[in-house]
């Protein structure tokens, strides 16, 4: 079946521009996960669903950014007024039932420069 | 809150041999999950193995393993008869309790030599 995927897979900003990422999860999935990674470095977790709640957001790392999963299915995460700073490639993941050793299933991330 | 080191930036093995990655965590937590994760230069995340701390028996799945010491907090990745497709990004990954999110390690990058 179809994996994660996330659009647009490029996306440069001009710093101050809001900016709006899609992932679409693995069908049936429950949980789902963003992930920031910056060049050279491992991804670091930002927020995470189970469903349309938003379960944990303690990775966000200010109040310019904002994640909603409305339906329990597609997610977008978004960044207002975006900084240099936010240059990352944006991953999602998504998890079947959020419960055990449940694998984390990765989109292909959104490459984010902001000029 | 939880940490995880890989003290190995780069590492380089010829074709056909063996090679260990290094990883090491840090948590006061008795119920926790560990894995392995290779990204590729393409960039997606795949799940190489998965540990469960309560297990004492060793991780495999076919070419790879993993060298569990619980009181050490160590968790390495073997790879044996290396591929060149093996070349890519290797990120030890942690995991406290069930379902909940993975905090990473820096990565190692690894490139398999004809």
């Known amino acids: 079946g179809a994996g994660v995927s996330q659009s647009p897979r490029y996306k440069v900003a001009k710093r101050g521009q809001d900016v709006a990422l899609r992932c679409d999860p693995i069908s049936g999935h429950v949980s789902l996960f963003w992930y920031q990674q910056a060049l050279g470095q491992g991804p670091e977790f930002l927020t995470y669903f189970q469903n349309e709640a938003q379960l944990d957001k303690s990775g966000l790392p200010s109040d310019r950014f904002f994640a909603e999963r409305p339906e329990g299915s597609v997610s977008t995460l978004k960044i207002q007024r975006t900084q240099q700073e936010d240059s990352a490639v944006y991953l999602c993941?998504?998890?079947?039932?959020?419960?055990?050793?449940?694998?984390?299933?990765f989109g292909p991330g959104t490459r984010l420069t902001v000029t | 809150a939880q940490t995880v080191t890989q003290s190995q930036p780069e590492m380089s093995v010829q074709e056909a041999e063996t090679v260990t990655l290094s990883c090491t965590y840090d948590?006061?937590?008795?119920?926790?999950?560990l894995f392995w994760y290779k990204q590729p230069p393409s960039r997606q995340m795949i799940l190489v193995i998965r540990q469960e701390a309560y297990k004492q028996q060793n991780a495999t799945e076919n070419r790879f393993s993993v060298n569990f010491q619980k009181a050490a907090k160590s968790f390495s990745l073997k790879i044996s008869d290396s591929q060149l497709g093996d070349t890519a990004m290797y990120f030890c990954a942690f995991m406290k309790g069930a379902g909940n999110m993975l905090t990473f390690g820096g990565g190692t990058r690894l490139m398999v030599k004809p």
């Open positions: 993941a998504s998890s079947r039932s959020g419960q055990g050793a449940d694998e984390q299933y």
């Open positions: 948590t006061s937590e008795n119920n926790y999950y």
